[in-house]
């Protein structure tokens, strides 16, 4: 306010202050004009009275040369037929006709004219003022020219120009300090009690504005102590409980949202706003909640708001299609009349997953190892029912009894490996620093026989010995695994190349082999427990099913990422990325 209004009453007075300046310049302006002009046709009546005559009876030239040297003016002489018979300045020549100039025109008219123009003789903008001189029969036989330069007056309308711009900008500054200052004295007691309330109006109850005045703003400062105290007594208490609440509610795990019986959201936590994806900057205060949010799950959230008869209840829903909630509905009562409700949001979707994934695995386990037990159980059975006795058909179920209980054996063992994989702070977990390039060459060492059953070439890609810190055995089963895959799921003949490569962060191993490869709808399940990309493939070549399961378990828990990129009949490449310190 202040500055608005020092602004505008200074903008008021400079602007008078300059109309009048420049309409003081203007008016001395056309005074001077209008000076010098009389000056010059007094000079003239004064010449056509007692010096023209004698010059145009004996064309002595001595009186008007006089003349025009003490007063310092241009005489010219023209008769009626425009020739120029005197002209004072020295030096011009002949002049050529002045017939047609505009003030000779007016004057062989009869007229005494002014007229204000540039000289194309003198080369300067020149002030005339052209005189007619009648003879007895009154007519027009020479005229008196004196003319003057504009800028001889140049100079005194500078001088005055100058003093005016000075008198203007000393006035302004004048203005402007006591403006200041007068509207300063005035509005400051004002200014003060609205900073006051703008504190009070930011949460800084409690202050008190000193101000001794026997006028209005006294009164609307003792007003605003008043409220300052009074506020401060309110908000502290109140302030007190919010924080109470807000702590219980910021710290749920379960979303809350408080809304009225118009169906608008009063409060919601973080937790709610996480389930229901509002963003926490977003405004949806004062907001019906089927604005904020307009799934399918809000209608059913509806139904059960309306039920008014229904002073607790609860059920589950799915959301966002793969989220599953349970809410619990609280009516909030007040005057014995319901004001809104509370609701409460519990993501169960963990649990059910759990759930399905113990009943999947319980359902897979259980598939996997009746297999083999079934076998083992039926060839024993049919052993000691028919009593067969015969060596050779004894050795070929002997033998299919080893293989059923060496895959149990396999399957239990991975099953073991897994339940330690996906509880690894239950055990301890030995890092050393392992020289991968050594460990890859020990890898194909175990594997030898079975490579060279199929006529296979093992191959590593390393420039130079790359080390990583890491869990010897759990780096030994992943690639045992990964290897031992690629030798199973590839043609005989073919060739298996393990590629290390690293920089100062990662450790980069790829596997890759020119097998069977993986169909594209398979590739994002191949990590999953007991899934086979071919299972009638699988289970002959002997696969427990675990064997990725593991690898992907032992690459997350070690921080890294895994890919796959595979073609059907091409083969496959597994490009694992480790951190090469456990600390990175």
Same mark, same amino acid.
């Given at each position: 306010?202040?500055?608005?209004?020092?602004?505008?009453?200074?903008?008021?007075?400079?602007?008078?202050?300059?109309?009048?300046?420049?309409?003081?310049?203007?008016?001395?302006?056309?005074?001077?004009?209008?000076?010098?002009?009389?000056?010059?046709?007094?000079?003239?009546?004064?010449?056509?009275?007692?010096?023209? &005559?004698?010059?145009?009876?004996?064309?002595?030239?001595?009186?008007?040369?006089?003349?025009?040297?003490?007063?310092?003016?241009? !005489?010219t002489i023209i008769n009626s037929q425009g020739e120029v018979t005197y002209e004072s300045v020295q030096g011009l020549g002949g002049l050529e006709n002045h017939k047609n100039r505009p003030e000779i025109i007016g004057a062989l008219s009869g007229n005494q004219t002014t007229e204000v123009r540039f000289s194309n003789t003198i080369k300067d903008e020149m002030i005339y003022v052209a005189t007619p001189y009648f003879d007895e029969n009154n007519s027009v036989v020479a005229v008196l020219r004196i003319s003057m330069p504009v800028n001889a007056m140049d100079d005194a309308m500078f001088e005055m120009i100058n003093n005016i711009i000075f008198v203007i900008l000393t006035t302004i500054l004048a203005t402007t300090l006591l403006i200041n200052y007068f509207i300063n004295?005035?509005?400051?007691?004002?200014?003060?009690?609205?900073?006051?309330?703008?504190?009070?109006?930011?949460?800084?109850?409690?202050?008190?504005?000193?101000?001794?005045?026997?006028?209005?703003?006294?009164?609307?400062?003792?007003?605003?102590?008043?409220?300052?105290?009074?506020?401060?007594?309110?908000?502290?208490?109140?302030?007190?409980?919010?924080?109470?609440?807000?702590?219980?509610?910021?710290?749920?795990?379960?979303?809350?949202?408080?809304?009225?019986?118009?169906?608008?959201?009063?409060?919601?936590?973080?937790?709610?706003?996480?389930?229901?994806?509002?963003?926490?900057?977003?405004?949806?205060?004062? @907001?019906?909640?089927?604005?904020?949010?307009?799934?399918?799950?809000?209608?059913?959230?509806?139904?059960?708001?309306?039920?008014?008869?229904?002073?607790?209840?609860?059920?589950?829903?799915?959301?966002?299609?793969?989220?599953?909630?349970?809410?619990?509905?609280?009516?909030?009562?007040?005057?014995?009349?319901?004001?809104?409700?509370?609701?409460?949001?519990?993501?169960?979707?963990?649990?059910?997953?759990?759930?399905?994934?113990?009943?999947?695995?319980?359902?897979?386990?259980?598939?996997?190892?009746?297999?083999?037990?079934?076998?083992?159980?039926?060839?024993?059975?049919?052993?000691?029912?028919?009593?067969?006795?015969?060596? @050779?058909?004894?050795?070929?179920?002997?033998?299919?009894?080893?293989?059923?209980?060496?895959?149990?054996?396999?399957?239990?063992?991975?099953?073991?490996?897994?339940? @330690?994989?996906?509880?690894?702070?239950?055990?301890?977990?030995?890092?050393?620093?392992?020289?991968?390039?050594?460990?890859?060459?020990?890898?194909?060492?175990?594997?030898?026989?079975?490579?060279?059953?199929?006529?296979?070439?093992?191959?590593?890609?390393?420039?130079?010995?790359?080390?990583?810190?890491?869990?010897?055995?759990?780096?030994? @089963? !992943?690639?045992?695994?990964?290897?031992?895959?690629?030798?199973?799921?590839?043609? &005989?003949?073919?060739?298996?190349?393990?590629?290390?490569?690293?920089?100062?962060?990662?450790?980069?191993?790829?596997?890759?082999?020119?097998?069977?490869?993986?169909?594209?709808?398979?590739?994002?399940?191949?990590?999953?427990?007991?899934?086979?990309?071919?299972?009638?493939?699988?289970?002959?070549?002997?696969?427990?099913?675990?064997?990725?399961?593991?690898?992907?378990?032992?690459?997350?828990?070690?921080?890294?990422?895994?890919?796959?990129?595979?073609?059907?009949?091409?083969?496959?490449?597994?490009?694992?990325?480790?951190?090469?310190?456990?600390?990175?």
């Open positions: 306010m202040k500055k608005r209004l020092s602004i505008s009453l200074t903008v008021i007075i400079i602007t008078s202050i300059v109309i009048c300046g420049l309409f003081t310049t203007i008016s001395f302006r056309q005074s001077y004009y209008a000076d010098t002009e009389n000056n010059i046709k007094k000079n003239g009546d004064y010449i056509m009275n007692y010096i023209l &005559p004698d010059f145009l009876e004996s064309g002595n030239k001595e009186n008007l040369d006089n003349f025009a040297k003490s007063t310092n003016v241009r !005489m004295r005035e509005l400051k007691p004002l200014e003060d009690a609205s900073i006051f309330a703008r504190e009070i109006a930011s949460g800084k109850y409690g202050q008190q504005l000193t101000m001794i005045r026997e006028d209005q703003i006294g009164e609307l400062v003792e007003s605003l102590n008043q409220m300052s105290v009074q506020l401060n007594n309110s908000f502290t208490e109140m302030n007190q409980k919010n924080a109470e609440l807000t702590s219980i509610l910021s710290n749920m795990n379960h979303g809350v949202i408080a809304i009225d019986k118009k169906n608008r959201i009063v409060h919601l936590n973080e937790a709610a706003r996480k389930v229901l994806r509002i963003p926490l900057k977003e405004a949806v205060i004062g @907001q019906n909640i089927l604005e904020v949010y307009r799934e399918s799950f809000i209608m059913e959230l509806m139904t059960y708001l309306e039920n008014d008869a229904c002073e607790k209840t609860s059920f589950e829903s799915r959301i966002h299609s793969n989220q599953v909630l349970r809410v619990y509905i609280n009516q909030i009562e007040e005057n014995n009349s319901i004001n809104g409700h509370i609701i409460i949001f519990e993501d169960i979707t963990l649990l059910k997953n759990l759930e399905k994934m113990r009943r999947d695995f319980v359902a897979n386990v259980s598939h996997e190892l009746k297999t083999p037990i079934t076998t083992i159980k039926g060839f024993i059975e049919t052993i000691q029912v028919n009593q067969i006795t015969d060596p @050779q058909t004894l050795e070929r179920f002997y033998s299919i009894i080893y293989e059923e209980s060496d895959r149990l054996s396999r399957l239990v063992s991975d099953i073991l490996v897994l339940s @330690q994989l996906e509880n690894k702070g239950g055990f301890d977990r030995k890092f050393e620093l392992l020289r991968t390039d050594t460990e890859i060459m020990q890898i194909f060492d175990i594997l030898k026989l079975s490579a060279e059953d199929k006529a296979m070439e093992l191959a590593l890609n390393c420039e130079k010995s790359i080390e990583l810190e890491f869990v010897a055995d759990e780096f030994r @089963q !992943m690639m045992i695994n990964l290897i031992d895959n690629a030798i199973k799921y590839s043609d &005989p003949g073919q060739r298996v190349e393990v590629t290390l490569s690293a920089d100062d962060e990662a450790v980069v191993i790829q596997v890759r082999d020119h097998g069977y490869g993986i169909p594209e709808k398979d590739v994002d399940r191949i990590f999953e427990r007991f899934y086979r990309v071919d299972k009638s493939r699988s289970k002959e070549k002997g696969g427990t099913g675990l064997g990725l399961a593991i690898v992907k378990h032992i690459v997350h828990n070690n921080r890294g990422t895994i890919v796959v990129s595979s073609q059907v009949g091409e083969g496959t490449e597994f490009k694992i990325t480790l951190p090469k310190f456990k600390d990175q």
